[in-house]
């Protein structure tokens, strides 16, 4: 006999939220999470509309945890900036605050969760799957494979030229009263920086560095902020007199955004999450992606629908919007692109909205109603 119905690779947000779906189903559950505690993660913190509705679904009250309200999308490029109301009632919320929120949801459901150990290999096993931690071996009728962006042996990803830092930060009062309701978009040739306010009245800060950026910058993470602070006001007055939470960021490098997985790994393992499709960062709503694989394929689990039916139909539903994703992306790489991006969100800021709603996951509806 199987020692679970499924086990959960990962324990970020797609991985913690398929394991307490399935447990509210009546799943025996194993989550292995390989940290032993709350870690910075390189990911934003911004929450859109569906993300939150997702979050609620699985019990998670977001403004009860400290939540900051964000109204207004800012994007910069050197001296250049321009603001648009957001189509949507986002969110700023750390990953630190909301993953650990949730595995304990997971447990309190039922979820054995498994803490502090790897999972160093996953093997598809006599019409069921198994997995080894340490010395150990657990089985399963099935498992889902939700570390994000870190791959596991023997099941790679394409890799890319991009770096991602993450680190959260006290700002100044100026700053703080600034940033106020905003999710910030400071770009620039290889990359971009983007800030949002979190609870407890700190903030969070993303960048991304191609390799270009890395070699005109430096490694070293405070000079690249001191790089970009020199090129944009925007990102010198909210890190200056600020105070980091951290020793140092978060980092992780080779991100495929733009990627999503061809096939599927085996009938009996489904792929979640940055596991399944990346979706570039830019647009803020990599979490509602990461949420809605996990409950949709605890649903498909509790139906019998093997991994290539769920990620067909997954990947069909998410085609528009990694599409349009992608193409603000690619949009943003060059000087005189960013430079128009930039005046016509001043100028039209109804395209930005356009453009916000285009790139945010559908039918969450269906998932929470």
């Known amino acids: ?117 790897p999972v160093t290999a996953l093997e598809p096993a ?14 399963a009728r099935c498992a889902a494979l939700a570390s994000g962006k870190h791959n596991l042996r023997g099941w790679p990803r394409r890799r890319s030229a991009m770096t991602a830092y993450k680190i959260s930060l006290s700002l100044s009062t100026a700053a703080a009263r600034a940033l106020t309701g905003i999710v910030q978009l400071v770009s620039y040739q290889g990359g971009y920086i983007g800030a949002c306010g979190i609870e407890d009245g700190n903030a969070s800060l993303c960048w991304l560095m191609d390799k270009g950026a890395m ?21 010198g007055d909210l890190i200056a007199g600020a105070r980091f939470l951290s020793p140092g960021p978060a980092a992780v490098s080779g991100i495929p955004y733009g990627y999503t997985r061809r096939a599927a790994i085996a009938p009996n393992v489904y792929a979640l999450g940055d596991q399944l499709c990346v979706i570039p960062s830019f647009t803020g709503d990599g ?51 960013r430079a128009l991006g930039v005046a016509a969100t001043g100028a039209l800021p109804t395209l930005a909205r356009l453009v916000v709603n285009l790139t945010r996951v ?3 509806a269906e998932l929470t109603g």
């Open 1 to 117: 006999m199987a020692d679970f119905d499924c086990l959960a690779i990962g324990g970020g947000l797609a991985g913690a939220a398929m394991a307490l779906e399935l447990a509210r189903g009546g799943a025996r559950v194993a989550l292995i999470e390989r940290t032993s505690a709350p870690t910075l993660k390189v990911c934003g913190d911004f929450l859109s509309t569906e993300a939150q509705a997702l979050l609620h679904h699985l019990g998670l009250d977001v403004a009860g945890m400290g939540a900051t309200r964000v109204a207004m999308l800012r994007l910069v490029t050197g001296e250049q900036s321009a603001q648009a109301e957001l189509p949507i009632a986002a969110a700023g919320l750390s990953r630190l605050a909301l993953d650990e929120a949730l595995i304990a949801k997971a447990a309190a459901a039922g979820v054995e969760v498994i803490r502090g150990e």
């Open 362 to 364: 559908r039918g969450v």
């Open 287 to 337: 979490t509602s992606l990461a949420l809605s694989s996990g409950v949709t394929a605890a649903r498909a689990i509790l139906q019998g629908v093997p991994a290539q039916e769920f990620q067909a139909a997954f990947l069909a539903r998410t085609r528009s919007q990694l599409m349009w994703a992608s193409a603000v992306d690619a949009t943003f790489k060059s000087a005189p692109a």
């Open 215 to 235: 070699r005109a910058f430096g490694p070293a993470w405070k000079a690249q902020l001191e790089h970009l602070a020199g090129e944009s006001s925007a990102v």
């Open 126 to 139: 006599g019409g069921g799957v198994r997995i080894r931690i340490g010395r150990r071996m657990l089985g």
